[in-house]
């Protein structure tokens, strides 16, 4: 087996004030979030903006210092942070990964925003670059 993915769904954002990057991407880009939600577990806050035939961009901004997106802010800066693809089985696709030594930021596959499983291929596996993996759940 190998791993499918469908799609990219989301390019992560990473910003250190939503309210006022979220007001600028409005007046720029005549971007809307269709939602804006807080996850303390995860220590951040987000806004999904949506684009008509294109993935959703995801504006991410850390709720505490010692988040990952608040050390990515200190040591890199507001920018493009990851890119998610959706994947069709992510246990699957996790699995067959590690078998190949790829890194991963967590230890499993976890609950992400919107009943989503995501996990994190860890940037040093792909030359520096931030890679969520996601899989919708429960399936629509
Ligand atoms: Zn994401």
Same mark, same amino acid.
């Given at each position: 087996?190998?791993?499918?993915?469908?799609?990219?769904?989301?390019?992560?954002?990473?910003?250190?004030?939503?309210?006022?990057?979220?007001?600028?991407?409005?007046?720029?880009?005549?971007?809307?979030?269709?939602?804006?939600?807080?996850? /303390?577990?995860?220590?951040v806050k987000l806004a999904h903006l949506k684009f008509p035939q294109s993935p959703t961009v995801e504006l991410v901004s850390p709720l505490d210092e010692q988040t990952a997106v608040a050390k990515f802010l200190a040591e890199r800066g507001e920018g493009i942070h990851h890119f998610c693809f959706e994947v069709e089985n992510i246990e699957g696709a996790f699995e067959e990964l590690k078998k190949k030594g790829v890194q991963f930021v967590q230890d499993r596959p976890y609950q992400g925003a919107g009943g989503s499983r995501i996990v994190?291929?860890? /940037?040093?596996?792909?030359?520096?670059?931030?890679?969520?993996?996601?899989?919708?759940? /429960?399936?629509?």
């Amino acid at each position: 087996m190998s791993i499918k993915i469908e799609k990219i769904d989301h390019i992560g954002i990473a910003v250190k004030n939503l309210e006022e990057r979220l007001a600028l991407w409005e007046t720029i880009l005549g971007a809307r979030a269709v939602k804006i939600e807080e996850l /303390p577990e995860r220590g951040v806050k987000l806004a999904h903006l949506k684009f008509p035939q294109s993935p959703t961009v995801e504006l991410v901004s850390p709720l505490d210092e010692q988040t990952a997106v608040a050390k990515f802010l200190a040591e890199r800066g507001e920018g493009i942070h990851h890119f998610c693809f959706e994947v069709e089985n992510i246990e699957g696709a996790f699995e067959e990964l590690k078998k190949k030594g790829v890194q991963f930021v967590q230890d499993r596959p976890y609950q992400g925003a919107g009943g989503s499983r995501i996990v994190f291929i860890h /940037p040093r596996s792909l030359g520096g670059v931030l890679i969520e993996l996601k899989e919708d759940w /429960p399936k629509k």
